[in-house]
Each structure stands twice: as structure tokens, then as C-alpha cells.
């Protein structure tokens, strides 16, 4: 059974920074892609950022770009989003997902929630 777990989420102030986790289980880590996710209230949920299992290439939202950086631990089966000047707007619940060879993102994890005041 594949799992993937959040973790990491919290109350911040603007201009805070911090690292999710997420830990996976049940599938071989190294082989698939990862993703960050994230989903404010009463909006769409919107891709923030992508590593490819070979940790090589990384894709960023534009609204994180030079804020927020992903990176993956495949000993640890764990995938990390440092997440830097944090902005009001970055409020939201986040999730990981992990990628196959269908290139759908068909596994995730429960979300965890980022809030960040003024």
C-alpha cells in the first residue's frame, strides 16, 4: 500500500520560512517523480513545484520561484519543500504527490496545513 505523509506545517509569520516534509512508503521512492501541491480556501488546488526522480531537474511555480526549493532525500524515501520569505498568500493547505509512467500524479498524501499571517 503506498503512503505518502506530510509533515512540517505550521502557523508562521510573513517573511518566516518552513520545511515540509513528506515521507513515502509502499512504492520504490527513487523511481517516481515528486510534487508539491497546494490548495487555499475557496480556490483551485495549484501546482508549486516538481523534482524528477533523478533529482536532476527541478520546475517551480512562478508565484515561488526564488522562495521555495524542492529536494529529495531516496535513502531516506522523503521529498522537501524549504519554503522561504513566506508570504500571506502562500496560505494553504499542501500536499505531495508522486508521479508514475502514466505521468499522472496518482498518489497522495493528506496535506498539511501553511498558514501565514501579517
Known amino acids: 500500500q503506498v503512503q505518502l505523509v506530510e509533515s512540517g506545517g505550521g502557523l508562521v509569520q510573513a517573511g518566516g520560512s518552513l520545511r515540509l516534509s513528506c515521507a513515502v512508503s509502499g512504492r520504490t521512492f527513487s523511481s517516481y517523480d515528486m510534487g508539491w501541491f497546494r490548495q487555499a480556501p475557496g480556490k483551485e488546488r495549484e501546482f508549486v513545484a516538481a523534482m524528477w526522480r533523478s533529482g536532476s531537474i527541478t520546475t517551480y511555480a512562478d508565484s515561488v520561484k526564488g522562495r521555495f526549493t524542492i529536494s529529495r532525500d531516496n535513502a531516506k524515501n522523503t521529498v522537501y519543500l524549504q519554503m522561504n520569505s513566506l508570504k500571506p498568500e502562500d496560505t494553504a493547505v499542501y500536499y505531495c504527490?508522486?508521479?508514475?509512467?502514466?505521468?499522472?500524479?496518482?498518489?497522495w498524501g493528506q496535506g498539511t496545513q501553511v498558514t501565514v499571517s501579517s
Open positions: 504527490a508522486s508521479r508514475g509512467a502514466t505521468q499522472q500524479y496518482d498518489y
